[in-house]
Nanobody
Framework: QVQLVESGGGLVQPGGSLRLSCAAS????????MAWYRQAPGKERELVAV???????NYADSVKGRFTISRDNAKNMVYLQMNSLKPEDTAIYFC???????????WGKGTLVTVST
């Protein structure tokens, strides 16, 4: 049974930081590209950051220079360090795993990040 469990969301003031974590189980972690997506109220889900099995990272233009994705293959964990947060970063953040061989995807249930005074 595949599980992706996000944690670390919450309320933060503009300019603040949060670190999201995603614990993966039931998959071969080293054979999956890991990503963070987000969905703001009334908007479509969008890709935020990807960390591939080869060590490559990619980011949405809106978060470049502020967010950092990292993965710990030994612990089956992926993280999203979010700095200089803005109100427009408010969204539910979802962890995603995509198998590199067959492309099968898995999703976590999400964690809410609210950036507000």
């Amino acid at each position: 049974q595949v599980q992706l469990v996000e944690s670390g969301g919450g309320l933060v003031q503009p300019g603040g930081s949060l670190r999201l974590s995603c614990a993966a189980s039931g998959i071969i972690f080293s054979a999956n590209d890991m990503a963070w997506y987000r969905q703001a109220p009334g908007k479509e889900r969008e890709l935020v950051a990807v960390g591939t099995i080869g060590g490559t990272t990619n980011y949405a233009d809106s978060v470049k220079g502020r967010f950092t994705i990292s993965r710990d293959n030994a612990k089956n964990m992926v993280y999203l360090q979010m700095n200089s947060l803005k109100p427009e970063d408010t969204a539910i953040y979802f962890c995603n795993a995509k198998g590199v061989y067959y492309g099968r995807q898995y999703w976590g249930k999400g964690t809410l990040v609210t950036v507000s005074t």
